[in-house]
């Protein structure tokens, strides 16, 4: 029994190299300061398509939401052994919600299964830059599906079913639930493979539309908007003859109702940003006795640090 699996992935801000410069003074994150990485628990979700690939047989589509540049986590994917790729990219989703933005990606899930029924969606646990690991569970209520979050191993896919292992934070549960449905994938997972040197040359070519037209602006600056229109469609012509051109879809391919999406969708309100740097002050050592834990407690109470 071959599966048709979905993985979603986001490119991030790479949050661990935060420096001076990340931070502008109006507390919005200066994105240009910080390289922009595959996310690292998605690598992890791509990874466990791959293998229920490897061992069943069937189709790994990855998926983004975002802007153009965001082809770079799509072209990594092909490198890593994705078998298809879309950029779902549209100005109109700018600044979308974790709600705007769990409806347009079950929008586009459901758009994959238009062509062919989707037996699962695999996600990370959570983004490193929005940090709220609400989406993947909105998806799937979106879409109707039983999920199972942070799991770390998939046991078996067998008769309409998933058996997988998810971590409880002090331990773990085997779970099993019918397909179609949707999984989110912490880093405790097997390993992502790394790139494969063949695939990276193959792919490493592949563009999307969006691509295409920044690569001719920049090439024909003078150039007519005609020209430059018909200049996209020559390249990407030839990069589809190739199997390198990248799937591009626009809110309007996935039928998303304009209300649901952007910032008309999105109903979090961010009323105030605020730099907080925490700075590391003396540190005292606490033994590990009744006594010394019970009188740290009290303090903490007492200064209002917790209670
Ligand atoms: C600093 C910061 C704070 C934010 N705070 C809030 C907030 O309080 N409330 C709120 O509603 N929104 C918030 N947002 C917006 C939020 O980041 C976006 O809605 C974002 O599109 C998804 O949320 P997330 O990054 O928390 O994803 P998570 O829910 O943490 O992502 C989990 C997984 O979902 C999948 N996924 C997430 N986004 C995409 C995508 N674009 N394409 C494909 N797959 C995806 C990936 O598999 C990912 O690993 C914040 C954004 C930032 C940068």
Not at 41 to 46: Q, T
Not at 188 to 211: F, H, I, N
Not at 212 to 220: G, Q, R
Not at 278 to 290: D, I, M, P, S, Y
Request: net charge neutral; hydrophobic share 45%; with cysteine.
């Amino acid at each position: 029994m071959a599966y048709n699996l979905v993985v979603l992935v986001k490119q991030v801000p790479d949050t661990k190299r935060i420096t001076g410069d990340a931070m502008r003074d109006d507390g919005t994150v200066n994105r240009s300061a910080l390289p922009a990485i595959f996310n690292p628990e998605d690598l992890h979700a791509l990874e466990a398509a791959l293998a229920l690939r490897e061992r069943y047989g069937g189709r790994v589509t990855v998926l983004t939401m975002g802007p153009p540049h965001a082809c770079e986590v799509l072209r990594q994917s092909l490198e890593r052994g994705a078998d298809e790729v879309v950029l779902l990219t549209d100005r109109r989703a700018a600044a979308s919600d974790t709600l705007a933005t769990s409806y347009i990606l079950a929008c586009a899930v459901r758009t994959c299964a238009a062509a062919k029924p989707v037996d699962m969606v695999l996600c990370g646990r959570q983004a490193i830059d929005g940090d709220t690991a609400q989406v993947p569970p909105q998806t799937a209520e979106k879409l109707g599906w039983p999920q199972v979050t942070y799991v770390d191993l998939v046991e078996e896919v067998a008769d309409g079913r998933i058996r997988a292992r998810r971590s409880t934070g002090t331990g773990w549960e085997r779970v099993e639930c019918p397909l179609p449905c949707l999984l989110t994938v912490t880093d405790q997972a097997p390993e992502p493979r790394p790139a494969s040197a063949r695939r990276l040359m193959a792919v490493k070519r592949a563009r999307s539309r969006a691509e295409l037209a920044m690569e001719v602006a920049a090439a024909m600056p003078d150039a007519a908007p005609e020209a430059c229109a018909a200049e996209v469609e020559t390249r990407a012509a030839a990069l589809q003859a190739r199997g390198l051109l990248i799937t591009q879809w626009t809110l309007d391919d996935i039928k998303a109702d304009l209300a649901w999406c952007g910032r008309d969708g999105s109903p979090t309100k961010v009323k105030r940003i605020q730099s907080v740097v925490l700075k590391g002050t003396a540190f005292r050592k606490v033994e590990a006795n009744e006594a010394e834990i019970a009188a740290m407690v009290h303090e903490l109470i007492a200064d209002h640090t917790i209670g």
